[in-house]
């Protein structure tokens, strides 16, 4: 319920650029307090930008929603994609596993033994640890609406690493320049599926979407 009447206020706050809590009580029906605690939590992930009596659309949000807005949306698709996703990692392999929601879902879903997984992801830690997963975290700034680490020391650990497969948001593969996201990579042994221009090392994504 919250989180499909978050969906609908930031579609509406996306047409409209700016929207005030009374007009968000009469389109979701939802009372006063209701909207004033959703626009408070949304400000607090810099989903929404709060101004008295409502908010507006935060455009540099739309291109990487919050962590904990993409975890609650789609998830059964999620799940889906994150079960297929892991089942693409064999044993005693180096594994980079990219920040974002569906491949922190599909932690819960290695079987292969004997591997180590390198991740940017925040969320992602706690998870491997839980399942005694062999894991290198990269250093770094934190972006902290995403939970990932990045910047230019991300970047210098990745050319000291090489993996058998790697899986990727998608949209880190369509913005590789930024440096918020880690990006470059050396091949270990057999290429991958996907590639990422001016890199030698192919790529399996998943869809950051979801």
């Known amino acids: 319920m919250k989180q499909a009447r978050w ?53 540099a949000q739309y291109i990487e929603p919050a962590m904990a807005f993409k975890a609650e949306t789609q998830k059964e698709q999620k799940k889906q994609v994150a079960y297929c996703a892991a089942k693409l990692i064999h044993d005693n392999q180096m594994v980079y596993l990219d920040a974002g929601s569906t491949t922190c879902e599909m932690i819960k879903y290695i079987t292969a033994k004997n591997i180590t997984v ?29 939970e990932a680490i990045t910047g230019k020391q991300a970047l210098a650990q990745l050319n000291d690493l090489y993996f058998d497969t790697a899986f990727i948001g998608t949209t880190a593969s369509m913005n590789s320049s930024d440096s918020r996201r880690p990006m470059n990579w050396k091949r270990k042994r057999n290429p991958l599926r996907f590639t990422i221009p001016k890199h030698r090392m192919s790529l399996r994504t998943v869809p950051s979407s979801i």
């Open 7 to 59: 969906n609908e206020i930031m579609t509406i706050a996306k047409e409209n650029r700016s929207i005030t809590v009374a007009e968000l009580c009469q389109q979701l029906g939802a009372s006063e307090a209701t909207i004033r605690r959703d626009l408070q939590e949304m400000d607090d992930l810099h989903l929404l930008t709060r101004f008295h009596g409502g908010a507006k659309f935060n455009e």
């Open 118 to 146: 390198v991740t940017p992801g925040i969320p992602q830690l706690s998870i491997l640890g839980q399942r005694g997963i062999s894991t290198i975290v990269l250093g770094g700034s934190l972006y902290w609406s995403t």
